[in-house]
């Protein structure tokens, strides 16, 4: 009788190796176009490396952690000008060096950040006269038209015109 079950045993797990080997073997191949699909379908997502949240800056230069973020989410004396805004971009398509990225002060384009490969981050002067509290907006475009969103807080004081 134990002779018996141990067969019984045998056949079901030989029987199940059959199966799952099967089934395995029945995968379809996986369609390119569905994975590049799948991959394409999420915004470039964005940080903003400076300014820094929570610190105040003069010319774009990080010198000392402020207080109480009480007026906006970061200070910034004397434009963007020597260490620019700069953000870091990366999306699940595209390098980030073929993605459109813009910045805005409120709904007013600055313009387009230029890709600078030896800080691998896309960057752009913020200088000018003007003194408030201003909305840094950033989007990124990638090659599928997928678009992503960043935005700051700033409070802005510069008396050094363009």
Not at 41 to 64: A, M, Q
Not at 106 to 114: I, L, S
């Amino acid at each position: 009788m134990k002779l018996s079950v141990v067969k019984i045993i045998g056949i079901i797990t030989m029987l199940l190796t059959i199966a799952s080997a099967t089934q395995l073997s029945a995968t379809p191949p996986v369609n390119e176009s569905m994975t590049t699909t799948a991959l394409g379908d999420e915004p470039p997502e964005i940080t903003i490396v400076n300014p820094t949240e929570g610190y105040f800056h003069f010319s774009g230069i990080k010198l000392f952690p402020t207080v109480l973020n009480l007026v906006a989410d970061t200070m910034g004396f004397g434009g963007f000008r020597v260490r620019p805004v700069q953000v870091s971009v990366t999306d699940d398509i595209d390098p980030p060096e073929d993605i459109a990225v813009y910045m805005y002060v409120y709904d007013e384009e600055q313009g387009n950040m230029t890709w600078n490969n030896q800080t691998q981050l896309f960057e752009r002067k913020w200088i000018g006269p003007d003194l408030g509290v201003f909305t840094m907006n950033i989007t990124a475009e990638d090659s599928t038209g997928n678009i992503g969103f960043a935005t700051m807080d700033v409070w802005y004081f510069c008396f050094i015109p363009e």
